[in-house]
T-cell receptor, first 113, second 113 residues
Framework: QKEVEQDPGPLSVPEGAIVSLNCTYS??????FMWYRQYSRKGPELLMY????GNKEDGRFTAQVDKSSKYISLFIRDSQPSDSATYLC?????????????FGKGMKLTVNP | KAGVTQTPRYLIKTRGQQVTLSCSPI?????VSWYQQTPGQGLQFLFE???????NKGNFPGRFSGRQFSNSRSEMNVSTLELGDSALYLC????????????FGSGTRLTVV
């Protein structure tokens, strides 16, 4: 079993839709949970970062972490064509220091005008 | 401010050759990490350097090596290239090495023929 599992999609939605992206993980030591967005021919850029369990909201984006279920989610409200990209979840260990980031494989999202 | 700069952007090498990739982190960032991204495996951690010291290493063969200079610039080297080394190599920098604060470069696309 891989440490982090993410449905690779692809996912295609109409503009204005609510998008839900999810990852599951197996390593209970993970404490830091991140969502990255990667446009074609670019490196990943950090969208949201959450420590331990709970929700975090930033504009149209909401990140949720459920450590009891080892499940994290990213919700995008009022999706826009500019949100079309690959979304990667990433996690790291308890110290938030030199631990490596462990990534999901990424979900390719297309928002159609 | 300038982002993370990776050179070259694209590279074609022959099997058996070696290659050196370069990464200039954001000014003031002391931690540099390298990741390999492939369609099959996603993003996988190679190694992390902080103040010229390798702090963490992923599960890659010894053909993959890296170093960091006193100005925080980093290089990674792959010797005896194999076809399976074809990938996007991403460098990320961080001021203090906290895993949630990394900024990625646009990567070097290496093709081994």
């Amino acid at each position: 079993q891989k440490e982090v599992e993410q449905d690779p999609g692809p996912l295609s939605v109409p503009e204005g839709a609510i998008v839900s992206l999810n990852c599951t993980y197996s390593n209970s030591a993970f404490q830091y949970f991140m969502w990255y967005r990667q446009y074609s021919r670019k490196g990943p850029e950090l969208l949201m970062y959450t420590y331990s369990s709970g929700n975090k909201e930033d504009g149209r984006f909401t990140a949720q972490v459920d450590k009891s279920s080892k499940y994290i989610s990213l919700f995008i409200r009022d999706s826009q064509p500019s949100d079309s990209a690959t979304y990667l979840c990433a996690m790291s260990g308890p110290q938030g220091g030199s631990e490596k980031l462990v990534f999901g494989k990424g979900m390719k999202l297309t928002v159609n005008p | 401010k300038a982002g993370v700069t990776q050179t070259p952007r694209y590279l074609i090498k022959t099997r058996g050759q070696q290659v050196t990739l370069s990464c200039s982190p954001i000014s003031g960032h002391r931690s540099v990490s390298w990741y390999q991204q492939t369609p099959g495996q996603g993003l996988q951690f190679l190694f992390e350097y902080f103040s010229e010291t390798q702090r963490n290493k992923g599960n890659f063969p010894g053909r993959f090596s890296g170093r960091q200079f006193s100005n925080s610039r980093s290089e990674m080297n792959v010797s005896t290239l194999e076809l399976g080394d074809s990938a996007l190599y991403l460098c990320a920098s961080n001021p203090l090495g906290a895993t949630y604060g990394y900024t990625f470069g646009s990567g070097t696309r290496l093709t081994v023929v």
